[in-house]
């Protein structure tokens, strides 16, 4: 009796790991307001990205996939707003940044939503990432910035003095 549940618990076990292999990642990074790169399973061979406007851009994927669901993730700068999915037809969505809230429980930046549909050539899961970070704030360089107004006001200071050296230098020529 106990090998029977043995060999169940193998093949249970064997049908869950082949499952997972198959598991698709799509991967979905905003660099800039108007650049979006989007990876399937580490490849962007078969994507699509089309730019439509400023933090606007249509995906389309190039074999069938049954995507489902409307993921957003909040924004790593204004909490108020958020990078949301919304699906627009076979294989394609719409992803929109800085956008009002879809409704759903928004995930937080370069987390991963796991159930955003299957491919159908193996009927794996694919999960979808998104990375934000085309508008994190840069944080300047006081020293370049220093430097460059020290230089500037030693510029400006020279400057103003050389019409006093000039007139200092006709008059002292002129009295010879």
Known sequence: MKIPTLALLAVAIAAIAQHSAFAHELVLTETSFNTLIVTYDGSTTGV???????????????FATGFSGSPQ????????????????????????????????????????FGNFGTDTRDAGPISVTFKD??????????????GLLFVSLIALFGARRLPSISARHVSHVTRH
């Not at 730019?51 to 851009?57: A, M, P, T």
């Not at 970070?133 to 220093?146: E, H, L, M, Q, Y």
Request: negative net charge.
């Open 48 to 62: 699509d990205v089309n730019y439509i406007s400023g933090d606007h851009w249509g995906v389309t994927i190039a």
């Open 133 to 146: 970070r085309g508008d994190s704030a840069a944080v300047p360089d006081t020293g370049s910035t220093f």
């Open 73 to 112: 993730w909040t924004e790593p700068e204004d909490p108020s707003f958020f990078n949301v999915l919304t699906l627009s037809g076979t294989n394609q969505f719409i992803v929109n940044s800085d956008f009002f809230s879809n409704g759903t429980t928004p995930l937080t930046n370069g987390s991963s």
